[in-house]
Structures are given as C-alpha cells and as structure tokens.
C-alpha cells in the first residue's frame, strides 16, 4: 500500500491501472477496502486511487486539538489531486461523497467529473430549515460524541448501525464483523465538523462538472431531504435511484452500483457521446 507524508501528516492509498485518474472516497467505518472490487475493475482502463480518510489504515489520526472539517479531508486528498497532470473524477460514497463534493468546489479546474453516492452534506439540511433530517445527523453525532468520549463503543456502533443498516444490525454480525465495525467507527467522533462547514447549494450549484448522484428511494430520511435539495439546486446533475440497494449499497450490492460507475467514466471518457 502506498504512503504519502507531508507536514508530519500520513496518507496510505491503494493505487492500481493506467489512464485518466479516478479518486474513490470510502464511507466511515468502512475505509478503502470497501472499493477492492471496483478497482479490479476499473483498473483494465483508469488510473485508481483510493485513499483512506483520517484516522483509517495507516492515515494519521486526526489530533482532535479542534473539530475536523471537509477542508482538512480535502486537505489531505490533495497530493492525490495533483498527481495528475489532467483532470480527474472524484468519486464518494455517504461522508466521501460530502468529501468529494468539497474537492471539486476546492479544486474545480481540476475536477473532470463527480458521482456521489448517498452523500451525507448535512449542512445543507441546517442551511435550508429541514430540521427533521437535521435532527437526526444531531442525534447520531450526540451518540456518537457521548459513548466515543467515553471509549465506550458498543452502544455507539449499535446507534450507528442501527439508523443506516436497519434494526439490530450490530447485533446480527458476526463477533469478528462486530469488532471491525466498532474499530472502524472511532474516527468518526471527529468527522462531524462536517455540520459547520459553510460551503452552500449556490456553491453547489456553480459546479460545471458533469455529476451523478445515485440513491436508494427509501433510504434514510436524511439522505432523501439531502437529495431533493440538490435536485432543486442542480437540475443538470443526473440523478438515479437504485431501490432496495439501501445507503450501503456500494458495499452490500457491488453488482448494482459498479456497473453505474463503470457507465459514468466511459461516457464521461468518451465526451458523453
């Protein structure tokens, strides 16, 4: 696995193939395993890097001094960024999509295009008055903030799992899934400085790239008030639901969700013909 430092600071990327390149932003708990099958993929074709976000594999872990923000992800993804001497795609599931989102509005001139799967911007549901699904990113960050300080987990991951997965995941793992999913949660407790970020749907909606934006009809009430806010904003972006796929989608159902991605890059490639 690859290992950029820069400013005392570790990034670790998996890094596969040849050609345009093509950056893949995990989702939290998960880190950038989750993107094995897609890079075996895409890698016959692309240039795939996939990095693991603050506090995942070998990435050094935020200090917690202050709250981490979308700048400082971005911040870190940046060398990736400018690895290429064209344009690249920015690809991010759930807070890597948030991630990806910051990117491309830090760095538009070098941003080809920007899928987001499921993205989690809560900020915008702040920004806009819905407060139903704003309540409920506050509930899981209070969660997430009151068991974490403590070093105490279990009931967090169960909190966690329980509003993206459905009732009793944590309970339905397996002892050896459980403890990786609990592990892989902790850096979350300083993810959530994501709610202050002040980026705002007009920022969003001067994006030029070309953006897709897959989701699941029925997911989670949060994600569903973030997706109408971007289709009022963004009636250019193509928007595709994918149902029954639920918010984990590009981990639980790869079989639906790659060959999406897959067709986004050729088209793109191809200059959308």
């Known amino acids: 696995m690859p290992i950029l430092e820069k400013d005392d600071v570790v990034l670790d990327y998996l890094e596969t193939g040849q050609g345009t390149t093509v950056i893949l932003i995990h989702i939290t708990v998960s880190g950038n395993r989750q993107w094995k099958t897609l890079m075996e993929d895409l890698g016959k074709d692309f240039r795939v890097l996939a990095p693991n976000?603050?506090?995942?594999?070998?990435?050094?872990?935020?200090?917690?001094?202050r709250t981490l923000n979308l700048?400082?992800?971005?911040?870190?993804?940046?060398?990736?960024?400018?690895?290429?001497?064209?344009?690249?795609?920015?690809?991010?599931?759930?807070?890597?999509?948030?991630?990806?989102?910051?990117?491309a509005m830090c760095f538009p001139e070098k941003t080809e295009g920007l899928l987001l799967l499921e993205p989690n911007p809560f900020y915008l549901l702040r920004q806009n008055q819905r407060m139903e699904g704003y309540r409920e990113a506050l509930?899981?960050?209070?969660?997430?903030?009151?068991?974490?300080?403590?070093?105490?987990?279990?009931?967090?991951?169960?909190?966690?799992?329980?509003?993206w997965i459905g009732p009793d995941?944590?309970?339905?793992?397996?002892?050896?899934?459980?403890?990786?999913?609990?592990?892989?949660?902790?850096?979350?407790?300083?993810?959530?400085?994501?709610?202050?970020e002040q980026s705002t749907l007009e920022d969003i909606r001067n994006l030029s790239q070309r953006t897709m934006l897959i989701y699941d009809p029925k997911t989670v009430r949060s994600i569903l008030?973030?997706?109408?806010?971007?289709?009022?904003?963004?009636?250019?972006?193509?928007?595709?639901?994918?149902?029954?796929?639920?918010?984990?989608?590009?981990?639980?159902?790869?079989?639906?969700?790659?060959?999406?991605?897959?067709?986004?890059?050729?088209?793109?490639?191809?200059?959308?013909e």
């Open 53 to 65: 976000l603050r506090g995942y594999g070998k990435t050094s872990s935020w200090s917690g001094e």
């Open 71 to 103: 700048s400082d992800q971005v911040q870190l993804i940046e060398p990736l960024i400018e690895s290429s001497e064209q344009k690249v795609y920015l690809i991010g599931h759930s807070y890597g999509g948030s991630v990806a989102l910051k990117a």
């Open 139 to 163: 509930e899981l960050r209070d969660q997430i903030r009151k068991h974490g300080s403590k070093n105490n987990w279990t009931p967090a991951a169960e909190f966690f799992a329980n509003y």
């Open 169 to 196: 995941a944590l309970e339905n793992m397996s002892e050896k899934r459980k403890h990786i999913f609990i592990e892989g949660l902790k850096p979350n407790l300083y993810e959530w400085g994501m709610l202050e």
């Open 225 to 272: 008030e973030i997706t109408e806010l971007l289709k009022e904003a963004c009636p250019d972006w193509n928007f595709e639901k994918v149902p029954g796929a639920g918010h984990n989608a590009p981990l639980t159902h790869p079989e639906w969700i790659n060959p999406k991605i897959r067709d986004f890059l050729n088209h793109s490639s191809n200059g959308g």
